[in-house]
């Protein structure tokens, strides 16, 4: 449920979800990265592919850093190319905040995905 509400069309909805999100892999801890990262991953990838909303990217890769800090290497590895490319994108962005926690995510997928 979680993972189609972060693709509606509606952006509130989907900052709800990924509230949602956040408070499910608090209190779940690496059980919900075992069982659910690819679900999860993609969907928060797609969300950092939405331009129109800023500080959906830029909490969407918040939650990608959170998350992969838990994921065992070989659930990340699949979904590395796809994230990393969307957050090299990021880069791009004039937005500092967005640039920040682009740079923030890099730095933890690339540890977290050497582990």
Sequence with gaps: MISNSLHDLNPQV???AVSVFRMLSINLGPTLQVQYHHKM???????IADFHFPHLQERAALEIRLFS???IRNDLKPHLEEIV??????LQNENQQLQEEAMATLASIAISSQV
């Design 14 to 16: 989907r900052w709800a």
């Design 41 to 47: 991953l993609p969907a928060l990838t797609a969300m």
């Design 69 to 71: 800090k838990d994921c």
């Design 85 to 90: 490319s969307k957050l090299l994108a990021l």
